[in-house]
């Protein structure tokens, strides 16, 4: 079966932009989550979302916001970009059952200028 | 609220040399224990997990046991490659508004010199 994939690797954008990032889940997994991941906060929970709806979203502002589509595929979008956004974007996958592991991306590194 | 601390790095070892990362965690009720680790430039990949007390994870010659007595997830093992330098993350997976969420530790960043 295929990883988590994410596109794109690589992003540089300047304060005030919007930006979307992608995945594809592992096949058959329903289940997105995204992470945020840099070196002051470490790696923390943005939103999850689950057959098309969230379920789940953490402690960051609207400016951060997602979807997911019929074939389970993700994005995640940030508005008016702001410095402190520079971060490794990860996404991860699982079918969304209680107690399942979740399979990660490589990540998309997202830098703010 | 669920918290997992791990032990601050870098860690540097020799090549062959013993390996252990504590792991300690705060959580209501009994959630499931993994160790991810990040090579250079990559995301997360699952090492190991247990999902109940007195588990053992075991993958690639790394341990851990789930201890629900002293609420830790200590990883080991027994001798190390320059091949598992990378940053070691031990998580807990806490179920939350219907939905599971992972809660990591720091990170702990590991260099084996040959």
């Known amino acids: 079966k295929a990883g988590v994939t994410q596109t794109p690797r690589y992003l540089i954008k300047t304060r005030g932009q919007q930006v979307t990032l992608s995945c594809s889940p592992i096949?058959?997994?329903?289940?997105v989550s995204w992470y945020q991941q840099t070196p002051g906060q470490g790696l923390q929970f943005l939103f999850e979302y689950f057959s098309e709806t969230q379920r789940n979203k953490g402690n960051f502002p609207g400016r951060f916001s997602g979807r997911q589509f019929s074939n389970s595929r993700s994005e995640m979008n940030v508005s008016t970009l702001e410095l402190g956004d520079s971060a490794l974007y990860l996404c991860?996958?699982?079918?969304?059952?209680?107690?399942?592991?979740?399979?990660f991306g490589p990540g998309t590194r997202l830098t703010v200028l | 609220g669920d918290s997992v601390t791990q032990m601050e790095g870098p860690v540097t070892l020799s090549e062959e040399a013993f390996l252990t990362i504590n792991c300690t965690y705060t959580?209501?009720?009994?959630?499931?224990l993994f160790w991810y680790v990040q090579y250079p430039g990559e995301g997360l990949q699952l090492l190991l997990k247990a999902t109940k007390a007195d588990d053992k994870g075991s993958n690639k010659g790394f341990e851990a046991t789930y201890r629900k007595e002293t609420t830790s997830f200590h990883l080991e093992k027994g001798s190390v490659q320059v091949s598992d330098s990378a940053v070691y993350f031990c998580a807990l997976s806490m179920r939350w508004g219907g939905s599971e969420k992972l809660v990591f530790g720091k990170g702990t960043k590991l260099t084996v010199n040959p």
């Open positions: 959580a209501t009720g009994y959630p499931s």
């Open positions: 096949s058959g997994h329903r289940s």
């Open positions: 991860a996958s699982s079918q969304g059952t209680s107690a399942d592991t979740q399979y």
